[in-house]
Every structure is written in C-alpha cells, then in structure tokens.
C-alpha cells in the first residue's frame, strides 16, 4: 500500500507558490526594493519602508485575486521546505510521508513578524493548520485524495480521513490555523529604580506607586524647581514605600521611606528659606511674598556676616570709605589672598578719594600691587591687575580666616557687589558710608525685612562697630537709604535703629537665624 501511495503522490502536482520580499534598496538610504518570486513580476524601488509594504501588500493581493482556486490534485508546496510536518521524529530529512497530510488543499498565507516578506502557497489543510501564523485564503472544492496505512473508522462523511491524534468532527470545514504563539508580559512601572510589581496588593498602594512615580518623572521635566511641590511628592513617597515595607517586609523599602522623609524636610526647609516664609509655629499662615534671594540658604548668610565680622576686627584704616572698600577686597581675595581687579571695581563705590585711598592700604602693608594705584584705577577688563593681601594668603600652620570654599567666593562677591551698586543707591550718588550701611542692614534683618533679630531693631552699639559713623551722621545716612526706597519705616532711638527693608531690597538679604 505504501508503494500505491507513493505512486498516486507522484501523480500529483506540485503546489503554488509566490514570494513577495522587501529588502533595502542601498546603504544610506531609506528606499526599498520589492521583489516576486514570479519570473514575470518586474522589481519595484519605491521612497520608504511603509510605501513598500503596501505595495507588497497590494502586489500578493493582486495574485490571489488572479490565482485559480486551490487545486485539489496538488500536493503540498512545504513539503520543498522539509517543515516539521513532514519530518519524522529522528530529525532527519528523510522522504515525504504522504500520510503525514490531510484535508482538503487549500491557499495559505503568511509572513513574519518583521514584515520583510508575504507569502502564499498551495498546501493540505493540516499543513496549514501545522503552520504558526497561516491564515486560510480559499479552500478546494473537492478534498484531494488522501492515503493513509492505517484505513479510517467507517462513520458519516467518511471522506474526511480521522486519525487517531486529531479527531476531526464528520461534515466540519478546514482546521483553523494555528495562530503564532505570541508573548505579552505585563509592561514594568517603576518609581525610584524600583519595579512595581503587577500583582501587589492592595490595588490602592499600587496605584499610588504608579501614580508617584509618573509625578516623578514629570517634575524631572521641569524648568524651574517648585521645592514645595517636591516635599510633597517625597511626603507620599514616604507614606507609600512605607505601606510597601509592611506588605512585602522588605527591610530595604522601609529604608527607603526614612530617606524619601528626609528628602522632604529638607526640600522643605530649603522651600522656606528661599522665600522667606515664617517657620515658626506662631506663623503657621504666613502671608508674606515668596522671595528668590541671591543668596539662598543659613550657610550663605552665615558666611557673609562672617566677613563682615572679620573686616570689622581687622581694617587697616578708620573711616567708612576705608572699611568699605577693604570689605570688596576682601571678598575678591577670601579664598586665596589673591584676585583680579579693575578700576571700575573701584570707581562705582562713591569713594571720594579711591587712588588715595589704595595707596595707604599698599604703604600700610595690607594690600600688595605689582603697579601704582594710578595703574590699577586704569585697569580694564581684558587686562585687570593682579592683588594679594598677605593676611588672607593660606599656609600649612594658618589655613585661613574663612571656611567656605573657591566657589562660595564669587557669590559672596557678587552679592556685596549688587548691593554697593544698586540702581538708586547710585543715581543718587550716595556716598561710600551709605552704602556700607546699606551692606550692613541687609545682613541684619528678619525674613520679612524687619530690622534686628525679631524685627526689634539694630544696637546702635554693634552698627558703630560694623559701619562705623561719626556722631549725628547715622541720622544722614538713614535718610539717604530712605530717600533711595531701600528703608522704610526708619526710626533712630537712643539705643537702636529700627525699621523695614523695603520690599524690592528683600532678595539682597541674609535673614539672621
């Protein structure tokens, strides 16, 4: 029997078969080539990748439209590829077992995942079915001859062969085919380089986490920073990867919640400080302006006091021209005792006399030129002259009067020079004690601008020693900063000096603790 079915197979035709392949057209480039496997097809270059699968598409399309139904003599066209279908259990290709194959012949398409090549072929129902990914286009009408060793139980519509593997239902249509095994895994949410489990319950904790994290991720595409916004978000981070730890008794999340509690206050002090908002809980709603300050934090604060602190203890020279001047050069010399300076460093602070003035620091020995005074009031930009002041120059057993670094230096100098060079302060040409005044009160003041500790007012004893004023003039010099919109409310007792700094001076403050 098996020779009568070799026989009969050989009587029969080889399957259909057409190849529609997209395959780049040239190195650099985005234009393809579509190819037939039919000989008549002629190649097609078409612009783009989604152009050409169209065309394809459409070219397939146009076979099976053209193409004669599945024949029922043919034979199946896989059995070219040796698929798995016709291949014994040894694995290796041995001759075509016509029993192998059943059902009717049909058309079948199919293509891969990539979407590089279509295809359709001539082959039995089974095969079809066999095949990941085929799909039925037409079925034959008349079911091809089927052979078989073993002979089918005798049943209704016994012309469909039954094999003792897959029962097929007499008078049913062609198998379904087999779709392609595909694998979906849930897509991973993470918060913090954590990965949230899919299946963590209670369902409310892990939507909080997928929710954290997405506002985690957006704040990251800020602009600008929103320090109390991200409190907030560490406050809930807190809260969830806490309820997290208890779910899971992970010691590592609950780690983490007392980091996401400290990333928090500090935001929020850091919040605080910057806008100058009242932390005590006398004040718990404040209505004060949120302030940007030049300088944003205690530490800055602290650090501009301190020189001011160490001007006072060390000037070379009496008078308010002098220690205003010897605070700007300490401030440019602070970290290393020396610096860069130019004549309109000088010029811009309302001294009466500045050659003068830099000639008696260079003969007192505090400050050390590699020029005249002259030169260095000539000074520009593009060639400014080097300073040192061998009081602030760092060794081995004196590491120096101040403890903040190389790069708190220029904001420190950047911040006194905002203030000596306020706008006003200059078109009303206001005199160097003015402004070693105005430099003062702005280190001496609450949040909100009041002067003292606590808005109570400044010694009068202290702001001698700071910005030191002959008798009767302090009243002048209030006067002047009053008349500049830098104070407001200005008041000269007999003990201290009070009053507001006006609201456009409060990003040039240092709030005392």
Known sequence: MTQAAGSELEERVPGRRWTVRLDAAGRGSAAVRVSCSRPACAEQCLPSAAVGRAAAVAHLKAHLRAATAPRAGAYCACRADGCHTHLPDTGRHARTEPWRCGGPVVLAVLTDREGRWWQAMECCSWCAAATPGAKTAATSQTPGPQLSERPAPAAPGAGTPQFSDRQVAAGTGVPAPRSAPVRRRPPQVKIAQRVIPHDLRPVTLRDELVELGDLFRAYQQRSEPDLALLADLHTRKASAFAAWAEATGDTRLRLDAQRAEQAATAARLQHQQRTGLATSSTEPDSSDPAVARLLTGPAQWAHARSVLAHVTDTA?????????????????????????????????????????????????????????????????????????????????????????????????????????????????????????????????????????????????????????????????LVDQLTAADWLTEAAVTDTHLTGRLTERILPLTCPLP
């Open 316 to 476: 070379p020279l009496p008078g308010p021209e002098a220690r205003l001047l010897v605070v700007m050069l300490t401030l440019r010399t602070a970290h290393t005792g020396t610096g860069n300076l130019v004549g309109q460093d000088l010029t811009g602070l309302g001294l009466s006399e500045p050659e003068d003035l830099v000639a008696q620091l260079a003969d007192s020995g505090w400050l050390r030129l590699p020029g005249t005074p002259g030169d260095l009031l000539t000074s520009r930009p593009e060639n400014p002259t080097p300073i040192t002041v061998p009081s602030l120059v760092p060794d081995d057993n004196k590491p120096g009067p101040f403890t903040f670094g190389k790069k708190m230096r220029p904001k420190l100098s950047g911040w006194a020079q905002r203030v000596v060079s306020d706008k006003k302060l200059r078109k009303a040409k206001t005199t160097a004690g003015t402004r070693l005044l105005a430099l003062t009160l702005a280190t001496q003041t609450s949040a909100s601008g009041l002067l003292g500790p606590g808005g109570t007012g400044v010694a009068l004893d202290s702001l001698a020693a700071l910005c030191p004023a002959g008798p009767g003039e302090l009243q002048h």
